[in-house]
């Protein structure tokens, strides 16, 4: 049977071949005379006829495409630069090391694989229907990565399950780019496919790239979060390795840092991680925010507090420990706390950064100079020598006491005596910066005492305990603090024992004996691990004379230079 079909149709083989068959489907299907007319008026459907034309078109594509034997030619080259480098030594393998480091060589490659991974199919979407609006758009970045790292961090859509940039660094090569923005998905980087992939390994794989790196980046309509700028300084008060830390999505992307370094935070966009670059750099590298280094600490503070209850369960030291009448001085010592173990102070610290800002130094009223240091390692010793080197120049404070004033004393120049109603009154008034009780009566050393010294223009020298530096650690104070630090134990053992040097203890002098440098060395290493992030300067009293120096030096830079400080001092 012939089906009146136009010619144009006609022509196409595959809806003859329909047709031909329509009369053997109809005896062998058909069993009513209307489900023939229907088969007959599908077929002859226009529908039908452009669909089979369709599928043979598609079908001649598929047979006659050329297909590239790889669509990574530049991995394969670049992995394959890497093994021959090891014989280079061969001709054969020096001229093709040559070759594939030709940046023409490097364009060809590039350009082939840009060609192959394109699937030159038809444009079925476009006979289907118009496109998803929302679908991704492919974009090409080539970059030319040196020794310094990409700048880029990865992380795993878990909805997608694509790889996608989650930070670009300041100052680093993706972001002088200009090409790359947060959100994109990685789809492919010199041919080596991303997606499913885990963001660790690729990370690892982006180090290891060297030379020209394509990339091949899915990004959305949506525009990518700016990142958020800022100029904050801050002084870290912690060590940072990148490499030993197990959460930074990137340790190559890392910034390390010691304890005291400041460092310019260029971007807070991500709460756990901050982009920061140290002064004269121009490269950002990721930091823990301190949110997370917060967190951090107090995990380790809760570890160390159980050890070193632990410890104290074992040797009971006294929280009060009362130092006497030195010989040398008329003033009695008012190392009136054991230095370490008050953890009133060191529990309400968590250091991890501190705002600071420059400040410029000012004539007239100068930062006071606070020596920190161990019991007996000769801040008293160093504080007389600087004192005598420019006299008039620098003051320490007068004491306040409850003893009785002695027939030989002065008030206002060994102490200032007041009865002991009113030293507690000034004490619950938080007057005093330090205080102790010895033999019944209480010393102390007032604030007012040190702002007296600081407006009277002159260079007021402290040498408080440790714990006193919460209350001098203020805008109205401003003090600048030096760690006076012990020697190892053998040169302070050699050094003391030279100068004759004498162990002063309840008005009583003697030698000093094996245990006491082992105390000083100690402390010393104690109090540097727990204050040294409120050190501005540290000096080793090892030598007499350099250490005096050294601090007749420091003094004069504290008063003449910028110094960072608190970013509410200024
Ligand atoms: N570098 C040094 N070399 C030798 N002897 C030193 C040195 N530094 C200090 N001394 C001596 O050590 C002794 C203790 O020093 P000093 O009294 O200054 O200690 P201190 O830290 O002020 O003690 P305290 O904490 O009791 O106030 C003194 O006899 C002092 O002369």
Known sequence: MNLP??????????????????????????????????????FRGRDIQVIMKLYRRLCLVTAQRLRPVTKSSVALAANTYCVLRHYREQAEAEELLNLLSKPHMQALLYSHDNIALKEYEPDISSLAGTPDKEEETIKLVQLVKSNEPLGITLQLNDVTGGIEIARILHGGAAHRSGLINVGDEVKEINGITFHGKDPKDMTQILSELQGAVSMKLGTRTRLAKDQRSSSTKVRALFDYNPFDDQMIPCPHAGLS???????????????????????????????????????????????????????????????CRISPKSVRSRRVRKMMYHAVL????????????????????????????????????????????????????????????????????????????????????????????????????????????????????????????????????????????????????????????????????????????????????????????????????????????????ELITIAKLAETKSHWVPVSWV
Not at 6 to 31: A, F, G, M, V
Not at 294 to 308: D, F, H, S
Not at 362 to 391: D, F, W
Not at 499 to 513: D, I, S
Request: aromatic content about 8%; hydrophobic content about 35%.
């Open 5 to 42: 079909l136009k010619s144009r149709l006609l022509n196409d083989p595959d809806t003859q071949e329909l047709i031909q068959c329509l009369p053997q489907i109809q005896t062998q299907l058909c069993q009513s005379q209307q489900d023939a007319v229907f088969l007959r008026k599908f």
């Open 257 to 319: 840092f010691q304890k005291g370094d400041i460092l310019y935070i260029v971007s807070q966009e991500d709460p756990l991680w901050w982009q920061a670059k140290k002064a004269g750099e121009t490269r950002a590298g990721l930091i823990p925010a301190r949110l997370l280094q917060e967190r951090r600490e107090i995990l380790k503070n809760a570890e160390n507090v159980e050890e070193e209850s632990n410890r104290r369960g074992a040797r009971s030291i006294s929280p």
């Open 342 to 549: 008050n953890s009133d102070f060191d529990l309400g610290e968590i250091p991890t950064y501190e705002d600071v800002e420059l400040l410029p130094p000012n004539s007239k009223t100068k930062r006071p100079l606070v020596l920190i240091g161990a019991p007996k390692v000769g801040r008293n010793e160093l504080k007389r020598r600087l004192m005598v080197s420019y006299p008039g120049h620098f003051e320490d404070v007068v004491p306040f006491t409850s003893r009785p004033k002695k027939p030989t004393e002065l008030d206002g120049v060994e102490y200032h005596f007041i009865t002991r109603d009113e030293m507690e009154s000034a004490l619950v008034a938080h007057r005093f910066i330090e205080h102790g009780e010895f033999k019944g009566n209480l010393y102390g050393t007032r604030k007012d005492s040190i702002l007296s010294v600081i407006n009277s223009g002159k260079v007021c020298v402290l040498t408080p305990n440790s714990q006193a530096l919460r209350f001098l650690r203020t805008a109205e104070i401003k003090p600048y603090v030096i760690f006076i630090k012990s020697p190892p134990f053998q040169q302070i053992q050699r050094t003391r024992q030279r100068h004759n040097a004498v162990f002063v203890f309840e008005g009583n002098a003697r030698p000093f004996m094996s245990s006491d440098f082992d105390d000083i060395v100690q402390t010393s290493i104690k109090l540097e691990q727990k204050y040294c992030h409120l050190f501005d300067s540290v000096i080793i009293n090892e030598n007499l004379t350099k250490a005096a120096s």
